[in-house]
């Protein structure tokens, strides 16, 4: 396949360095034709063996979704409470927009996934890699659209799994935010809340060896 042009290349890199992990939402719906492609996108992911491990539940029902940010608030406070020192600081953040967004999705393992031999009989944590690329794939998508995406990860998957009624071997792995803002953040929220900073890349990439961080030629 030929190259892209410049402009479709610049439009790549900048949907993923302007990508943000949102916590702040309008309550403007979103179209169901962005969201249909939002989640065909999702489904364009790659997956080890084909096997589209990812489930995606759709949240609709307002007393649900109250549900489900109960569950995220109980482990936001047990979180805080392993934190210690940083107990206080963390209660401070915005963790999630469950009530606030325009969209509310689950994203799960499917039940039965242990059939798939394919890229598993090693690394068996491969099937969540998938999951993790098709909720990559909407959220670039979804800041494509303009549109803002959170992923939360603060809740018992047992609990949760329970609430949506899943099948013994599903599990919830994301709980996603997804709906207009009123703007991105200028860059990820807890680099702006000093929470952490983003580190260099020449401290993650090594050559031939671990640790080995040799300037690469």
Not at 6 to 31: C, G, K, N, Q, S
Not at 68 to 82: D, K, M, N, S, Y
Not at 143 to 170: I, K, T, Y
Request: hydrophobic share 45%; with cysteine.
């Amino acid at each position: 396949m030929s190259r892209y042009s410049e402009t479709e290349i610049v439009a790549l890199y900048r949907v993923m360095h302007e990508r943000r992990d949102m916590r702040h939402f309008l309550p403007d719906p979103v179209d169901p034709q962005v969201l249909t492609r939002l989640l065909a996108a999702a489904h364009l992911a790659p997956s080890v063996g084909l096997m589209q491990p990812w489930r995606f539940v759709r949240i609709t029902d307002r007393a649900l979704r109250r549900e489900i940010q109960t569950l995220v608030e109980a482990e936001r406070v047990a979180t805080a409470e392993a934190l210690e020192e940083r107990s206080d600081e963390f209660m401070r953040l915005k963790v999630e927009g469950i009530l606030e967004c325009g969209e509310l999705l689950v994203a799960a393992l499917m039940d039965g996934r242990e059939r798939h031999v394919f890229g598993r009989r090693t690394l068996p944590e491969m099937d969540l890699a998938s999951v993790a690329c098709a909720i990559q794939n909407l959220w670039l998508a979804a800041r494509a659209e303009g549109l803002g995406m959170g992923w939360v990860s603060l809740f018992d998957p047992q609990a949760l799994a329970r609430l949506l009624v899943m099948p013994e071997g599903a599990k919830p792995v994301a709980i996603l935010c997804l709906g207009h803002v009123e703007k991105f953040y200028p860059a990820p929220m807890l680099e702006l809340e000093g929470w952490a900073q983003r580190r260099p890349l020449q401290e993650l990439l090594f050559q031939n060896t671990w640790d080995n961080t040799e300037e690469l030629t």
